[in-house]
């Protein structure tokens, strides 16, 4: 008998499309799967009678003709995306009891497909992290190893899918929050342009970086995820009315010819060698396929981690200033004046890291500071862009280079030391600061036997490309389809 949990969503489709599998048999299968997993906290919601009604319409629509790659395969959702009458938390207390008044687009897109919700994943407290240990509700583990982490701040969608709970997952990105967790976790994750997936649904954490994404196990499958999710959406001011290609056709083009681009400040002092190794050999794999690699610059590098971590708490400073425990969030107990209400409600409502987060906001977007601070990190976010921009006119048409400087890490080991955990993001943080898509493949694994990511970035709107390079990658390697003992 075949493991249902084994299959990906599109072998998933492809069984169901022949009958000789129903979406209630494969939805009831994972479910039971998940609560056999509970203890890798990757879930903080399961959709268990919903998502059975949902795939017995699904069967139904099937049995009247209907096609689809997500018609009937179960999709999990992080908690940062809202659908409609069930909890949004957030990973947050501010929002432990908070119920979703409608539908995300992007929601509503899978609704549409006939795709299943499965349920809402574990994450860090309103998408800041990097390893997924902020959550108020307790860390995820990592399917390969339950001692360490599954990346951040998706961590529970990647998780999911890693340990073939469900087929695929949605999470968010706003400097590295989708690929750093693939690469942690051994599958495909992919941020779109900016502009590509509405953002409307999506609880903000900083507005001008946040896009939701894909995870799966297989580029096709991601790509099956993308068109769906993607397209232009009138509620949302930052979605781009550009068209949505039908990228799962076009994967078999192959990358003869393909020029891909090594940027020199991606492979530094630092980056752990077992991670230098794997890259440099999916490099040499590539050109050997008949691509040619070019060493870029990208001067602005190194002022990236800075730029970043003051334009996304500002950001965050300005988003979260509506939970004051009078319109949303938690509300503090019997309050003595309104300044105690908002003091209290906020200390209470908010964990160590994304209070932290907004102090450095509020203090840069501040009298006497915005020009110093904010100011100057626009400008070099400018800069970080016109860079990219330059080499991808004439010199390359994609970029490799690691996803993350190292393998997963332990629990606790970073949590106490800010600076080094921000430091996981290195790589990730650029792609978003200039709106580019990237995406992160599996690649090798260190001794240790932890998933090692390759990450490509493309030019705006140019997911195609990437997605065609990673599936050339993927058809001549095993690494997407070892499975977390």
Known sequence: MTDLASLTATEIASELDRGSLSSVELTRSLLTRAESKRGLNAFLDLYSDVALASAEEADKRR???????LLGVPVAIKDVILVKGTKTTCGS???????????????????????????????????????????????????????????????????????RIAPLALGSDTGGSIRQPASFTGIVGMKPTYGRTSRYGLVAYASSLDQIGPFARSVKDCAHLLETISGFDPSDSTSMDVPVPSWSEELTQGIKGLRIGVPKQYFIEGLHPEVEQAVRAALQWYEGQGASLVEVDLPHT??????????????????????????????????????????????????????????????????????????RAQKVRALIKNDFDKVFSSQCDLLACPTAPTPAFRIGEKVDDPLTMYLSDVFTITVNLAGLPGLS?????????????????GKPWDEGTLLRAAYAYEQQHDWHTRVPQ
Not at 63 to 69: L, N, S, V
Not at 333 to 345: F, H, K, Q, V
């Open 63 to 69: 049995r009247a003709g209907e096609r689809g790659p």
């Open 441 to 457: 493949l599996p690649c090798g694994f260190s001794s240790s036997q932890l998933p090692i990511g390759l990450q490509l970035i």
């Open 302 to 375: 190194e002022a990236a981690l800075s730029t970043y971590y003051i334009l996304a708490p500002a950001e965050a400073s300005s988003n979260l200033a509506r939970f004051d425990g009078v319109r949303y969030g938690h509300r503090a107990a019997e309050p003595t004046d309104l300044i105690d209400l908002y003091c209290r409600s906020r200390s209470e409502g908010f964990g160590t890291e994304v209070k932290r987060r907004i102090m450095i906001g509020t203090y840069v977007l501040s009298s006497g500071y915005y020009d110093a601070f904010y100011l």
């Open 93 to 163: 207390r501010m929002l432990a009891n908070f119920l979703s008044p409608y539908d995300a687009t992007v929601v509503s897109k899978l609704r549409k497909s006939g795709a299943v919700l499965f349920g809402k994943t574990n994450m860090d407290e309103f998408a800041m992290g990097s390893s997924t240990e902020n959550s108020a509700f307790g860390p995820v583990q990592n399917p390969w190893n339950k001692a360490y982490v599954p990346g951040g701040s998706s961590g529970g969608s990647a998780a999911a899918v890693s340990a």
